[in-house]
Nanobody, 123 residues
Framework: VQLQASGGGLVQAGGSLRLSCAAS????????VGWFRQAPGKEREFVAT????????SYADSVKGRFTISRDNAKNTVYLQMNSLKPEDTAVYYC?????????????????WGQGTLVTVSS
C-alpha cells in the first residue's frame, strides 16, 4: 500500500485547508486510516482516525470540533478538512493506513505511512 498525502500549504490563523490521502491499493475499504502530525522538535501525535466504512471516527481533543475526517472508498482517498486553524496546528501531517477495519491513536497500530504534507498557520 502506498499513500500520498497532499493539500498542505500556508494559511492564516482562522483559515481552512483540506488535506487528501490517496492510496494505491485494490481494496481500500479494508483499511482504517489515520492522520498524524509532527511539529518541529516534537513527537508525532495523533490527529484523527476513520474506520473502513467511514462509519466511525475519532479525534484528538486539540482538533475536535475544528477538523473533520472523511473518506471516499470509490476514489481510494481519505480527507482531513481543517477549519479555524491555529498557529499551533503548524506541522507536517502524515496519513497512515492500518490493515484492519478499525484503528486508534497509536502509531504502532498503522502499517503504512505516507510522506507527509506541510501545514503552516501564520498568526
Amino acid at each position: 500500500v502506498q499513500l500520498q498525502a497532499s493539500g498542505g500549504g500556508l494559511v492564516q490563523a482562522g483559515g481552512s485547508l483540506r488535506l487528501s490521502c490517496a492510496a494505491s491499493v485494490r481494496t481500500f475499504s479494508g483499511y482504517a486510516v489515520g492522520w498524524f502530525r509532527q511539529a518541529p522538535g516534537k513527537e508525532r501525535e495523533f490527529v484523527a482516525t476513520i474506520s473502513w466504512s467511514g462509519g466511525s471516527t475519532s479525534y484528538a481533543d486539540s482538533v475536535k470540533g475544528r477538523f473533520t475526517i472523511s473518506r471516499d472508498n470509490a476514489k481510494n482517498t481519505v480527507y482531513l478538512q481543517m477549519n479555524s486553524l491555529k498557529p499551533e496546528d503548524t506541522a507536517v501531517y502524515y496519513c497512515a493506513a492500518a490493515s484492519r477495519r478499525y484503528s486508534g491513536s497509536y502509531t504502532g497500530e498503522y502499517d503504512y505511512w505516507g510522506q507527509g504534507t506541510l501545514v503552516t498557520v501564520s498568526s
